[in-house]
């Protein structure tokens, strides 16, 4: 092994062992290629692209969950009301209104192109799941990097998802740029936590400057 090589997998080591807990578990998701986690991930990743503190996202996420918000059916049934109510328990208060909204409609939504099973967006030939999970309201092309980032996990086809943000998180620490240099880095299984990790340091200056620390660099 090269001595550059060496150093990179120092520094992804102490990245992981700092930063690398998925956003998804950190939301109390239990990821598997079933239709109700893979919905809370969706959820998830319409929370975490607005512009507001990634802790505020998984806290209202996880306020949605508890008050049995876990499914599209879930979703669908609360009130505008209880969903607005359930976002200010997580202290998502400034985009509550708006995103109460969006849930209730991306959950009618899924349950009548999808029959409430995300796992539809990658069927049919052709099929761009990417642009399907554009259908639903909230969900741009940020919400797309954030849920494949996680959903590499149980959807093998997207690994490595690397996204322009968790390149940027790379290029802070000293790692390759490029996903296939840093795919080689971990084993295949690590890839959605070496993604989050790479986002945070990309967020965070002082977490990338502990990270590179921590690895003597």
Known sequence: MSGKKAAQESVVR???????QT??????????????????LLVLSLLLSA?????????AARALF?????????????????????LGEGGYRRYDERTATQLGDGADLLLREYGGD????????????????????????T??????REAQAVWPEF???????ALDGAGRIGLPTSAKALAGL??????????????????????????????GD
């Open 66 to 86: 508890a008050a049995g918000m876990r499914n599209p059916r879930g979703m669908a049934e609360a009130t505008w009301q209880q969903r607005v109510d359930a």
């Open 14 to 20: 102490a990245l992981l062992d700092r930063h690398g």
């Open 186 to 215: 971990v084993d295949e299984k690590d890839l959605p936590r070496l993604a989050a990790a790479l986002v945070r340091v990309a967020l965070d200056k002082s977490a990338a400057e502990e990270v590179r620390a921590a690895s």
């Open 143 to 148: 919400g797309v990097n954030i849920f494949l």
């Open 159 to 165: 690994r490595p998802y690397l996204d322009r943000k």
């Open 118 to 141: 995300l796992r539809r967006v990658r069927e049919g030939d052709g099929a761009d799941p990417k642009k399907r999970l554009q259908e639903f309201p909230g969900i741009g092309p």
């Open 51 to 59: 512009r507001i503190q990634a802790g505020i996202a998984v806290s």
């Open 23 to 40: 956003y998804a578990d950190e939301a109390g998701i239990e990821l598997r290629d079933t239709p109700a986690p893979l919905y809370q």
